[in-house]
């Protein structure tokens, strides 16, 4: 009994992984309203939409990368990049930092979403 491994390719993502992309966030925000709906709560409108994603691919101190699995979007990580504050990083030199803001990942179901 193999395994069934397929090739992940990580690659920034584009504005046609929109609405891939869109699917995966509204999945993960359901899932945190369905643990802690005292915590998250659903918008008034969409969760996603084609504005906020192409919004975060042209802000520059933002890195937002997808893996792709066989041309299909199975997750994605979403990075902010700063200036890193004088005298407040252990790498003074480094000059900017890098933090993941969010990481998504589908549960399947919705992986194959806007292709």
């Known amino acids: 009994m193999g395994k069934d491994i397929r090739a992940i390719v990580i690659r920034q993502a584009i504005a046609e992984d929109n609405d891939a992309l869109c699917a995966i966030i509204d999945e993960v925000d359901s899932l945190h309203r369905d643990r802690m709906p005292h915590i998250f709560q659903k918008p008034p409108g969409p969760v996603c939409d084609r504005e906020y994603i192409l919004g975060l691919l042209a802000d520059d101190n933002v890195g937002f990368f997808i893996a792709d699995v ?46």
Do not use: I, K, M
Not at 89 to 113: C, E, I, K
């Open 70 to 115: 066989e041309g299909q979007v199975a997750g994605f990580v979403h990075v902010l990049v700063r200036d890193t504050p004088p005298g407040r990083s252990s790498y003074p030199a480094a000059g900017r930092l890098s933090t993941v803001w969010r990481l998504g990942v589908s549960s399947g179901d919705t992986a194959l979403a806007g292709r």
